[in-house]
């Protein structure tokens, strides 16, 4: 793997949306549909306030982005606080000039005899576009990308998962109560991951520094999702000097 060490985050987050607004400026040039594979939770935060600043103050238009969003909790209200729906909305596409109709989040406030179908619908759209030219990833403290919980098979696609506990424990904060955090979600596969034409992983403080060094240098195994990344020649890490302080 290619590995990008920063020595903060703010410099690491700068770098990221940086290479997404060089392929957006790129597609546009000829024509083409940017498709953008995007994640939610706190380490994306700062390349979406660096995409919102190169739109208002220097001219990036994300007209010809397409996206699709990694995963969704299972069940949720697009509305509500702790989806990700809102969160997206909220940190990046109320604040650009994307197309409302381009933009894909798994919604997931569906019955369950609708699940299958619409995760096999969703698959078909990113396949429609000719698949992701960009996926960004963060990285859960147990190893999962997306959703892809430690156990999913490396040749998932979008299906309804079950959530682990750590997962859980860590969305407690937003839920205010573990109570209230869903046991489920909707997320696409590893092997939807791993067909994006570039992957950029994203790691950010000390608290990801152990999972990093496992998931990059340990053994390549369905224990650890990520670890698949390894023998993925298109994948860039970009870690900052916390996040990077353990790799052996
Ligand atoms: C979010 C996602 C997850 C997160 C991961 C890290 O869409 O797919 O895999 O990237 O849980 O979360 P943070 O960034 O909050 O540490």
Request: charged content about 20%; aromatic content about 8%.
């Amino acid at each position: 793997n290619r590995f990008n060490v920063w020595s903060d985050a703010e410099k690491a987050s700068i770098y990221v949306a940086r290479t997404i607004a060089e392929l957006i400026v790129q597609q546009q040039h000829l024509g083409k549909p940017a498709v953008l594979g995007l994640a939610t939770g706190n380490t994306p935060k700062k390349v979406y306030q660096e995409l919102v600043r190169l739109h208002q103050n220097e001219g990036l238009s994300f007209h010809n982005v397409i996206s699709f969003n990694l995963d969704e909790y299972y069940p949720i209200h697009p509305e509500s606080f702790q989806s990700y729906t809102y969160f997206m909305k909220h940190h990046l596409f109320n604040h650009i000039d994307i197309d409302e109709s381009n933009i894909h989040i798994p919604h997931t406030d569906l019955s369950p005899d609708r699940i299958l179908q619409y995760c096999n619908d969703y698959e078909t759209k990113i396949k429609n576009y000719g698949g992701l030219d960009l996926q960004l990833l963060g990285i859960g403290r147990n190893g999962h990308i997306g959703f892809n919980e430690p156990g999913s098979k490396f040749d998932s696609t979008t299906r309804l998962v079950n959530l682990h506990s750590l997962t859980r424990l860590d969305a407690e904060a937003d839920f205010g109560t573990m109570e209230m955090v869903p046991h489920q979600a909707i997320s696409i596969g590893i092997h939807t991951i791993t067909q994006a034409k570039k992957i950029l992983l994203l790691a950010l403080g000390e608290r990801k520094s152990e999972i990093i060094n496992k998931a990059l240098k340990g053994d390549v195994s369905t224990d650890v999702p990520a670890s698949i990344l390894q023998t993925i020649p298109q994948v860039e890490i970009v870690l900052d000097a916390e996040a990077a302080s353990l790799i052996q």
